[in-house]
T-cell receptor, first 115, second 110 residues
Framework: DADVTQTPRNRITKTGKRIMLECSQTKGHDRMYWYRQDPGLGLRLIYYSFDVKDINKGEISDGYSVSRQAQAKFSLSLESAIPNQTALYFC??????????????FGPGTRLTVL | KQEVTQIPAALSVPEGENLVLNCSFTDSAIYNLQWFRQDPGKGLTSLLLIQSSQREQTSGRLNASLDKSSGRSTLYIAASQPGDSATYLCAGYNTDKLIFGTGTRLQVFP
C-alpha cells in the first residue's frame, strides 16, 4: 500500500463549485504539504503544516484553504473553483531526522480540471 | 525571488549514452538539494538527496553533485536506458521549504 495517498485522483468540476482534495499518510510524519504543478512552472507550494495545530501559507495560497484534521490527514479546499486552478495537485510529507535531514515524500497527485 | 533553473528543458539521446542534467539556484540559503523523477501522470520519486555537508551522492547509475559556492548541482546518468525516460526535477531546501526547478524532460530511445 502507498504511504501517501490522495483522493480523488482525477476531478472535473465547474467554475464556482467547492472542491476538497484529501491526503492521507501512513508514514507517521508530522509535516505535510500541498503543491500544485503547472506546465512550465514546476511545483509551487500552496500550504504546509508542521503539526496538527500548525498551518502556514506557501507561495500561492490565495483561493485555497486547508485543514489538518489529524497527523495523518491534510485536506486542501477550493472554496469557489476557477479555471486557472486547473492543475496537478500533490501532497507531500516529511519528518526531520536526527541528522536534520528533511526529505519529502510525495503522493501520486490529483488532476483537477475546472471548466 | 528564489529561483531554481534546470537546463536543458528537454533532452533526447540514444540508449547507452552518459548524460548530465544541470540545476542552478540563485539563493545561497539553499542548504540541501534533492533530485526527483516524475513519470507522465505520476507522482514524484526521490532519487538522491545531497546534504549541505556533502558534495555528492550515488545510487546505481546515478550520481548527483552539489557545489553551493557556485549554486549548481548536476545529475549524471551513466549508460542511459529507455526506462530512464521521464522528467527530472531538482529542488533546493530553503529553511523549511522546497523550491523546485521546472524540470528536464528526458527521452532515451533504443
Amino acid at each position: 500500500d502507498a504511504d501517501v495517498t490522495q483522493t480523488p485522483r482525477n476531478r472535473i468540476t465547474k467554475t464556482g463549485k467547492r472542491i476538497m482534495l484529501e491526503c492521507s499518510q501512513t508514514k507517521g510524519h508530522d509535516r505535510m504539504y500541498w503543491y500544485r504543478q503547472d506546465p512550465g512552472l514546476g511545483l509551487r507550494l500552496i500550504y504546509y503544516s508542521f503539526d496538527v495545530k500548525d498551518i502556514n501559507k506557501g507561495e500561492i495560497s490565495d483561493g485555497y484553504s486547508v485543514s489538518r484534521q489529524a497527523q495523518a490527514k491534510f485536506s486542501l479546499s477550493l472554496e469557489s473553483a476557477i479555471p486557472n486552478q486547473t492543475a496537478l495537485y500533490f501532497c507531500a510529507t516529511s519528518v526531520v531526522t536526527q541528522d536534520e535531514t528533511d526529505t519529502q515524500y510525495f503522493g501520486p497527485g490529483t488532476r483537477l480540471t475546472v471548466l | 525571488k528564489q529561483e531554481v533553473t534546470q537546463i536543458p528543458a528537454a533532452l533526447s539521446v540514444p540508449e547507452g549514452e552518459n548524460l548530465v542534467l544541470n540545476c542552478s539556484f540563485t539563493d545561497s540559503a539553499i542548504y540541501n538539494l534533492q533530485w526527483f523523477r516524475q513519470d507522465p501522470g505520476k507522482g514524484l520519486t526521490s532519487l538522491l538527496l545531497i546534504q549541505s555537508s556533502q558534495r555528492e551522492q550515488t545510487s546505481g547509475r546515478l550520481n548527483a553533485s552539489l557545489d553551493k559556492s557556485s549554486g549548481r548541482s548536476t545529475l549524471y546518468i551513466a549508460a542511459s536506458q529507455p526506462g530512464d525516460s521521464a522528467t527530472y526535477l531538482c529542488a533546493g531546501y530553503n529553511t523549511d521549504k522546497l523550491i523546485f526547478g521546472t524540470g528536464t524532460r528526458l527521452q532515451v530511445f533504443p
